[in-house]
C-alpha cells in the first residue's frame, strides 16, 4: 500500500461547478501538505500548502487537511477550463530535508 | 527567465546506452531534488543535494543511476545501460533553504522526458 491515496480519475465537470479532490495517508509523521496543478508537458506548480491540520482558502481554491481521519482535500469553486490539469497532492515529514511525497493525480477536465 | 531549466526536454535512447540529464536551478538555491515521474504516476524521490553534498540517495532505483552537483548549481543526472523501464519523465526542483523546520515551496522544471527502445 502507498503512503499517498490519490483516486486518479478522469474527473469531467462543467464550467462553474464545485470540484472536490481528496488524498488519504497512512504516515502521521506528515507535517506539510501541499496541492500541485501540473499541466499536460509542464512541471507541477504549487497551488497551496497548509501546515498540520486546518483551513487555507486563497481566491477560488480551499485547502483542508484533517490529521485525525488523515485526509486532504481541495475545493475549487467557480471551476474555469483554464483549471483542466492534474491535481498532484503531495506530503512531506516533518524535520526531513524536503522530499515531497506524492499522490497519483487525478486528472480533471472542465467543459466550457 | 528566473526558473528551473532541464535539457534536454526530450531524450530517446536505444537499451544499453548512456544518458545525462542536466538541471539548473534558480540561482542561489541551496537544495536541489531529482524526482522520477512514470507515464500516469506522481513524481517519485530520487536523490537529494544540499549545496553541493549529496545527502540523500535513498530513491535510486539502482546502481546504474548517479547524480552530481559538483559545484553547487548545476545538477547532472546519469543513467548507465539504460532499460526501458526507465522510461519516464526526470524532474528537477529547487528550494532556497536546507531548513529541515520550516517550510520552503520546491521550485519545479519541465522535467525531460525520456524513452528506452
Known amino acids: 500500500q502507498k503512503e499517498v491515496e490519490q483516486d486518479p480519475g478522469p474527473l469531467s465537470v462543467p464550467e462553474g461547478a464545485i470540484v472536490s479532490l481528496n488524498c488519504t495517508y497512512s504516515?502521521?509523521?506528515?507535517?506539510?501538505f501541499m496541492w500541485y496543478r501540473q499541466y499536460s508537458r509542464k512541471g507541477p506548480e504549487l497551488l497551496m500548502y497548509?501546515?498540520?491540520?486546518g483551513n487555507k482558502e486563497d481566491g477560488r481554491f480551499t485547502a483542508q487537511v484533517d490529521k485525525s481521519s488523515k485526509y486532504i482535500s481541495l475545493f475549487i469553486r467557480d471551476s474555469q477550463p483554464s483549471d483542466s490539469a492534474t491535481y498532484l497532492c503531495?506530503?512531506?515529514?516533518?524535520?526531513?530535508?524536503?522530499?515531497?511525497?506524492f499522490g497519483k493525480g487525478t486528472k480533471l477536465s472542465v467543459k466550457p | 527567465g528566473a526558473g528551473v531549466s532541464q535539457s534536454p526536454r526530450y531524450k530517446v535512447a536505444k537499451r544499453g546506452q548512456d544518458v545525462a540529464l542536466r538541471c539548473d536551478p534558480i540561482?542561489?538555491?541551496?537544495?536541489l531534488f531529482w524526482y522520477q515521474q512514470a507515464l500516469g504516476q506522481g513524481p517519485e524521490f530520487l536523490t537529494y543535494?544540499?549545496?553541493?553534498?549529496?545527502?540523500?540517495k535513498s530513491g535510486l532505483p539502482s546502481d546504474r543511476f548517479f547524480a552530481e552537483r559538483p559545484e553547487g548549481s548545476v545538477s547532472t543526472l546519469k543513467i548507465q545501460r539504460t532499460q526501458q523501464e526507465d522510461s519516464a519523465v526526470y524532474l528537477c526542483?529547487?528550494?532556497?533553504?536546507?531548513?529541515?523546520?520550516?517550510?520552503?515551496?520546491?521550485?519545479f522544471g519541465p522535467g525531460t522526458r525520456l524513452t528506452v527502445l
Open positions: 503531495a506530503m512531506r515529514r516533518g524535520g526531513s530535508q524536503g522530499n515531497l511525497i
Open positions: 543535494f544540499q549545496n553541493e553534498a549529496q545527502l540523500d
Open positions: 540561482s542561489g538555491h541551496v537544495s
Open positions: 526542483a529547487s528550494k532556497p533553504g536546507a531548513s529541515v523546520i520550516s517550510y520552503n515551496e520546491q521550485f
Open positions: 497548509t501546515y498540520s491540520s
Open positions: 504516515n502521521s509523521a506528515f507535517q506539510y
